[in-house]
């Protein structure tokens, strides 16, 4: 469950696992995983297709909560998975190669 403080978060979270993912990817890369996810039918995300997304959102999470995401931690999956949704459907290219 995503509690109202952890909403919050979302947005800054969401922010810094894109920008870790610009860091990392090119941004043709980055507009393949645009394409792609808007072609799956599920939650999947294919930056997994290219590096350790997992390791990204730690590292965002991180930055964003000052510590590390925890395990068992209901709240925090539930952080990471609205962060990660609302980061894929902005999606990951910048805006200039989106057009």
């Known amino acids: 469950m995503v ?3 952890s909403t ?3 947005p800054a979270l969401a922010d810094a696992f894109a ?3 610009r860091n990392q990817l090119s941004v ?6 645009d394409a792609e996810n808007a072609r799956r039918a599920d939650r999947s995300c294919a930056s997994h297709d290219h590096l350790d997304a997992n390791e990204v959102m730690d590292d965002a999470f991180m930055a964003v909560m000052g510590r590390a995401p925890k395990a068992a931690s209901d709240a925090d999956a539930a ?8 980061a894929k ?4 290219a910048p ?3 989106r057009r």
Do not use: P
């Not at 043709?28 to 995983?33: E, G, M, P």
């Not at 952080?79 to 949704?85: F, P």
């Not at 459907?89 to 990951?92: D, E, N």
């Open 8 to 10: 919050d978060h979302v």
């Open 3 to 5: 509690t109202r403080a």
């Open 19 to 21: 920008r870790g993912l």
């Open 28 to 33: 043709q890369t980055l507009a393949a995983i």
């Open 89 to 92: 459907a902005a999606g990951y």
């Open 79 to 86: 952080l990471i998975n609205a962060a990660s949704d609302a």
């Open 95 to 97: 805006a200039e190669a």
